[in-house]
């Protein structure tokens, strides 16, 4: 198909996912994923709110890390409301910042609702345009502009929407499905109809209230590629979230690559490497505190089980008679050993012996105790922050990188 648009994935798990009532999510945590999202070839990551006080030092700190080279290819882009004051706010806290999103509500439920009559569609419109404009002049590479609650907001708005931000220098338009309220044909026809009247790209943002996050996602997706222009999907890892939770990361993946269909129909960004998945579903699991459910696609326990006498016979002669993908391509299939003899860790309460040993096994020398005692203080911090066992990809990032490691768990009131 000629003038076809391409499909990347803008993770939001450290903006939207850590809204998941009743979990925390620490600051290292947050960064590990940015690491590993970087990794997986993921075009961009919602990394927080750069006009928050606690989120500051970790923004600032990864925005260091991604000039250093260490976030090799990775947007990493801050979240703000899409009004003047927020972005001023953010690039005061955050100077280098270069990619921001900026969000106000569209739908007439949510304006009066919200606004309670303080603010009209013009009013709206404007606030978003101003916020656009000033977010480029303040040194934004791409600004997006998103428009909560969308599909419960009318078509000739959020035209007008689109192309007011259009005109203001923005980048991409987000339609937010809020309140996941939306299905895969009726967002198709939407999105196409906005597609092919501002030929502008196209974000999907959809929540999970109905069971539908990736569908409509990837339906939504299909609509703006086949329009001729790019499309962008909203992930979180393992599909948290508030409330039922977001489309999730590796289903989406999967989705746009093995659907008989939608391979062909929307192009995926080939830096996306699957094989990251079955990593970074486990340790986003462990630093939320949260099971990977047992039929969760590609990463459950039982992903690639089979019982069934007729499947278990099938899949021994040919694997591909009962799996539509192999372990190996979300990065499972390896052997995983666990120790079960003596086992020294090092954490909040650990000493200077134990700990050298801990990292010798990483393949991690010190010049002597001194050298050791520095990076065991910032350890012994790091432990105290995530309240968990650090992971060996923790240990080593804190052994490399203690300066940076010394910013994000600095919080300033």
């Known amino acids: 198909m000629a003038n076809m648009g391409k499909v990347y994935i803008i993770d939001v798990t450290n903006r939207d996912g850590v809204q998941t009532s009743r979990i925390l999510l620490p600051k290292l945590s947050k960064t590990m994923l940015n690491l590993y999202l970087d990794e997986m070839g993921v075009y961009q990551s919602e990394i ?3 006009t928050l006080k606690h989120e500051v030092n970790y923004i600032n700190a990864n925005l260091e890390l991604a000039e250093m080279g260490v976030l090799k290819r990775i ?11 927020d972005v001023e706010l953010a690039f005061k806290n955050c100077p280098k910042l270069k990619h921001l999103n900026l969000s106000i509500s569209t739908s007439e439920i949510m304006i009066q ?17 101003n916020a656009v404009k000033l977010a480029k002049e303040l040194g934004a590479e791409t600004v997006g502009f998103n428009a909560e609650d969308a599909s419960r907001t009318e078509l000739s708005r959020l035209i007008e929407f689109i192309l007011a ?13 809020t309140l996941g309220c939306e299905d895969p044909i009726t967002i198709y026809e939407r999105i196409h109809t906005l597609a092919l009247a501002t030929k502008f790209p196209i974000e999907m943002h959809c929540h999970n209230d109905l069971g ?23 992930t979180t890892i ?24 939608l391979k062909e129909k929307c192009p995926l960004d080939e830096h996306i490497n699957l094989k990251m998945a079955w990593k970074i579903a486990r340790y986003a699991s ?4 949260i099971p990977i459910p047992i039929n969760q696609p590609g990463v459950g ?3 690639f089980a089979h019982e069934s006498g007729i499947h278990a016979d099938g899949v021994l002669k040919d694997r591909s008679n009962y799996e539509l993908y192999s372990p190996e391509d979300v990065g499972r299939g390896e052997p995983e050993l666990l120790e079960t003899g003596r086992i020294i860790t090092t954490g909040e309460y650990g000493g200077i012996k134990g700990f050298r040993y801990v990292y010798s096994k990483l393949g991690i020398e010190f010049h002597d105790d001194a050298e050791a005692r520095k990076i065991l203080e910032l350890v012994q911090y790091a432990n105290l922050h995530t309240q968990k066992p650090l992971t060996d990809d923790e240990l080593r990032f804190i052994a490399q990188y203690p300066d940076i490691v010394r910013q994000i768990l600095t919080v300033t009131p």
């Not at 609702?113 to 345009?129: A, E, H, L, N």
């Not at 948290?240 to 977001?246: S, V």
Request: aromatic letters at 12%; charged letters at 20%.
């Open 113 to 129: 609702g919200k606004f309670q009559g303080r603010k009209t569609w013009d009013d709206i419109v404007k606030s978003m345009y």
């Open 286 to 289: 462990y630093a939320f505190n």
């Open 212 to 234: 539908m996050a990736e569908a409509v996602s990837v339906a939504g997706a299909q609509a703006t590629v086949e329009a001729g222009v790019d499309s962008y999907i909203n």
């Open 301 to 303: 326990a039982n992903a």
């Open 75 to 85: 947007h990493l882009e801050g979240w703000a409301r899409a009004i003047p004051e």
């Open 48 to 50: 927080g709110f750069p």
């Open 165 to 177: 931000g259009k005109e203001a220098g923005g980048d991409r338009f987000r339609y937010c499905d």
């Open 238 to 261: 393992n599909g948290y979230g508030e409330r039922a939770g977001n489309a999730d990361l590796v289903s989406t993946i999967l989705a746009l690559k093995f659907s008989h269909g």
